[in-house]
């Protein structure tokens, strides 16, 4: 069983950066690979980027390439998505997710999530 809490999230200017991070319970953590997922308001939760077990390996989707990085440290039990060059269109309630299938964008992977942190990108 693994917990996750999300923090980091909050009000920032367009162009503006923010540091999500999520820390999650249990002495496993390093067997899963980490997402992080977004959903709107009036839109479907979307996949953003997810980490291999290791950190060696990192996937994100078209739009947040070049602007979002995600990291995690292993030995704290934390999983982090740097966001630069924030966009109004990013604006979103975040979610970190855990799966051992490995990196993947499927939702359906995922086994446990958190309840989320909300950024707002003003423009």
């Known amino acids: 069983q693994v917990q996750l809490v999300e923090s980091g999230g909050g009000l920032v200017q367009a162009g503006g950066s923010l540091r999500l991070s999520c820390a999650a319970s249990?002495?496993?953590?390093?067997?899963?690979?980490m997402g992080w997922f977004r959903q709107a308001p009036g839109k479907e939760r979307e996949f953003v980027s997810a980490?291999?077990?290791?950190?060696?390996?990192?996937y994100y989707v078209d739009h947040v390439k070049d602007r979002f990085t995600i990291s995690r440290d292993n030995a704290k039990n934390t999983v982090s998505l740097q966001m630069n060059s924030l966009k109004p269109e990013d604006t979103a309630v975040y979610y970190c997710?855990?799966?051992?299938?490995?990196?993947?964008?499927?939702?359906?992977?995922?086994?446990?999530w958190g309840q989320g942190t909300q950024v707002t990108v003003s423009s």
């Open positions: 249990g002495r496993t953590f390093g067997s899963y690979a």
């Open positions: 980490i291999n077990w290791s950190g060696g390996k990192t």
């Open positions: 997710a855990a799966t051992t299938v490995g990196p993947t964008p499927l939702e359906a992977e995922y086994d446990y």
